[in-house]
């Protein structure tokens, strides 16, 4: 790994990105979950709300399994069993990458950016050896600009923000590799889950299911195509997850207004949400409060909730979100209450546990507008 890459983690502050307007459009995207090891197989599953939620090793105190969403057949712990998974996903990115792009398109001269759980989920320095594990495994060597960002699933709008600046500069990449991988199927963690009434098991219906994945979504500027990002914006929440400080939902509320200004697009012409909501009341609760505020009470949202297939995946989530909005759109049938017109804007929220609130503005071309 070379020293920039070593350095990384203090280079992205998550902070960078409170309201940055963005011109990505996604070019290519893989997916490796539970509902499926390619994004081909997973897609259409999600959308058929179906998951894999099965019971596992770990127990409550009590004695009852705790129900993950795992993917199968890998054997090995720790690093190298997310290392395996985001190998899977990034090749299938980059075996998705259209023909139009493959000629001038080299992965060494492409800047991975990777997200990984914060330090409450892993080592300090869990992302980097993640890193070099994944490059071990694949033989890929990216750009020198390539970095890790720590930061979970909300630090998404960090990466976007990074994303787009790289792009911006003069010599820098062409092409943008966003990727997240994260597993919360370890004894620490889930018996600290357990611990805070986190996880969904008899006795608590208020909680999630754990789960893995690791997702790639390849971007690049002035592209068109089926899905681009247009704006994100960042605000911090002062409620607590456990209720020792109220939530009012205005760190949410702010970021979405902020990435709504950033894109120069209105909150009513907003067109339907993603979410990273995975069971909680507390962070659903806060999520109604907020849209209830943003639009004054009136029309519903159609609401997209990839958890509900994928389990809680951390910072996987993000990229996994827009992989399968991009490969949704990029058919010819719509899914059913989706928005219509040609063109359309998605909202995507992410929240996490220190109070961090993202907001991605999205803009949607879908192959079916086209067809219908």
Request: aromatic letters at 6%.
């Amino acid at each position: 790994m070379n020293e920039a890459m070593k350095n990384s983690h203090s280079a992205l502050d998550v902070g960078e990105a409170r309201a940055v307007r963005l011109d990505l459009d996604v070019v290519a995207a893989g997916l490796c979950c539970a509902v499926g090891q390619r994004l081909d197989a997973a897609s259409p599953a999600l959308l058929a709300n179906l998951d894999h939620f099965q019971e596992s090793e770990f127990q409550t105190n009590a004695g009852d399994p705790v129900r993950v969403a795992r993917l199968p057949g890998e054997k090995s712990w720790g690093v190298g069993r997310v290392a395996k998974w985001l190998a899977v996903a990034v090749q299938d990115a980059l075996h998705a990458v259209p023909p139009a792009h493959r000629a001038g398109f080299d992965p060494a001269e492409c800047a991975l950016l990777l997200l990984c759980g914060d330090v409450d989920d892993a080592p300090g320095t869990w992302g980097a050896e993640l890193f070099t594990r994944f490059g071990e495994l694949t033989g890929l060597r990216f750009n020198s600009q390539s970095a890790v960002l720590p930061s979970g699933r909300a630090g998404f709008a960090a990466l976007c923000s990074r994303a787009q600046r790289l792009l911006e500069e003069k010599d820098g990449p062409r092409h943008v590799l966003m990727a997240g991988a994260s597993s919360l199927l370890n004894a620490r963690r889930i018996n600290q889950l357990l611990h805070d009434e986190r996880l969904q098991v008899p006795g608590n219906p208020d909680g999630f299911f754990p789960g893995e994945a690791a997702a790639a979504v390849l971007v690049a500027r002035g592209q068109g195509g089926p899905l681009g990002l247009r704006g994100v914006g960042a605000a911090q929440e002062a409620g607590n997850w456990d209720g020792a400080v109220p939530n009012r939902a205005e760190g949410l509320t702010a970021a979405v207004r902020a990435a709504c200004d950033a894109a120069n697009v209105r909150v009513a012409d907003l067109a339907m949400r993603v979410s990273d909501i995975n069971g909680e009341a507390f962070y659903a609760r806060e999520a109604a409060l907020a849209f209830s505020r943003l639009l004054n009470g009136g029309r519903q949202l159609v609401h997209i909730t990839p958890a509900s297939g994928l389990g809680e995946v951390g910072a996987a989530l993000g990229p996994a979100a827009i992989a399968y909005l991009w490969h949704r759109a990029s058919r010819a049938s719509r899914p059913r209450e989706w928005p219509v017109s040609t063109s359309s804007y998605p909202v995507m929220h992410m929240a996490d546990d220190r109070g961090l609130r993202a907001a991605l503005i999205l803009e949607m071309r879908p192959l079916w507008a086209n067809a219908d």
